[in-house]
């Protein structure tokens, strides 16, 4: 889950012009012509489904990652890399599947990436060791990966730039909201009904059939092969990718989690060293960065993904550790915040039109910091319904408004034939705030004091803080706009 705006005197969201960002060398941009392929409902259904298996592969497993562990007899720090494996993989190689997405045809690529997530499933379902479901999740987060960016720029082909794009956008982050929220809860009820390998022979089989899908009914796309690659500049940027999210996911652990954080953030630093002098045209062509709208997306979901998923890494725990609830029932009362983001997401897409994209992003980052600030006010005997639900649904309204309003925001001005390397920067900024927010947030309540809920309400101020400082950056911001 990856904006127009108007100048003086022009409508919200007017179809930008044709973009040429000047360059010197091979990695020039160019706007592509090719002309859009006529949208239809079930195109947009199948492209939402797409994007919608990568949110709720990630939610499913939580349920069933018990049980799976019990089979095995993994501890939970080996446990801990069916959700790892997965998100190394799909956060290392968004670059590269956006590359993809823009150098063969669109359709193929998604088809691939869908194809890959079946694949992962099947080793999960016949494994006779842990390794092999680690394995399998590493390839899904791999398919994910191939499969985010092409679905977003197939969106992009679909519904050119204004409101139908717009509202397209909404159902397509509504379908990823969506799909997370449900899986959480089918997760459980798989597991329960047949054991955790169902919920891996369900991912396989749903990725298969919207892979069928997918070829019967979406345009094929027009490749661009006219780019070189370079194989050592490409590597360096994944290395460099893997390396940075890896060193933040153990910045959260102790001890000597701590030096194996340092040393691959300065791997990622020397990796990314040699992609910049290397070139880096095989994956990622620097030329977007010159867009300004590129580049404050990127920013901006940094730090919207810190405030969400680090906040959210919190209520769990107090609903657990302070109130006493089960790990089910904790689960359980954090969904609403999903269906808010469901329900919102739908509705932004004609937001989007009537007051334009800074505005909607603006009010969704705010909304989101307003949420997780009640969450300050929370103590041992607070009610449920008083502050903790009534967070989770303002900031899934705030996510509800933010998520479509940054994927619209990541594509502005940006050429047809780059759209999918475009999207991919978004997504993976994203995962990179998703990292940091936990990681971060956990090391500000661990110095807080010696009380749990004293140290959970700094962690809910600095992620709220955080997250209403880009809301009043991006809303000062206009030249992007």
Known sequence: ????????????????????????????????????????????????????????????????LPALGAEFGAAPQALSWAVSGYALAFAGLLLAGGALADRFPRRRVLTAGLLALAAGALPAVAATDFWMVAA??????????ITIPAATALVADLYPAGPARSRALGVFASAQAGSYGAGLVLGGVLTGAAGWRLVFAVQGASALLTALAAVRVLPEGAPDRGRSVDPV??????????????????????????????????????????WWRRGGDALFDRALLRIAAVRTSAATAVAFYFCVNGSLFFVPLYLQD????????????????????????????????????????????????????????????????????????????????????????????????????????????????????????????????????????????????????????????????
């Open 1 to 64: 889950m990856t904006l127009h705006t108007a100048r003086r005197g022009h409508a919200p969201n007017a179809a930008p012009s044709p973009t040429v960002i000047r360059q010197k060398g091979p990695s020039t941009l160019r706007a592509g012509t090719a002309p859009p392929s006529r949208p239809t409902l079930l195109a947009l259904l199948v492209l939402s489904a797409a994007a919608g298996l990568d949110a709720g592969s990630v939610a499913v497993l939580n349920s069933a």
């Open 322 to 481: 302070v109130r006493g609830m089960s790990p089910a029932g904790s689960g359980l009362a954090v969904l609403p915040v999903s269906a808010a983001v469901t329900v919102t997401a739908l509705l932004t897409g004609r937001l989007l039109e009537r007051v334009g994209a800074r505005t909607v992003l603006t009010a969704g980052l705010l909304l989101t910091g307003a949420g997780v600030a009640m969450w300050c006010l929370t103590d041992t005997q607070s009610p449920y319904w008083w502050p903790v639900f009534a967070g989770l649904v303002v900031t899934g309204i705030g996510q509800g408004l933010a998520f479509p309003a940054l994927t619209v925001l990541g594509l502005r001005g940006v050429p047809q034939d780059r759209q999918g390397a475009a999207s991919a920067v978004t997504a993976t900024a994203l995962q990179i705030g998703s990292g940091l927010g936990p990681a971060v947030l956990a090391g500000a309540a661990s110095v807080a004091g010696p009380s749990v809920l004293s140290g959970q309400h700094v962690a809910f101020v600095a992620a709220a803080g955080t997250v209403v400082l880009a809301g009043g950056v991006v809303a000062g911001v206009r030249r992007a706009w």
């Open 233 to 274: 500049g490409g590597a360096a940027l994944v290395a460099t990718v893997v390396l940075l999210v890896l060193g933040v996911d153990l910045l959260s652990h102790r001890g000597a989690g701590r030096l194996f954080a340092v040393t691959a953030v300065a791997g990622a630093v020397g990796a990314g060293t040699l």
């Open 136 to 145: 399998g999740r590493v390839l899904q987060g791999a398919g994910a990966a």
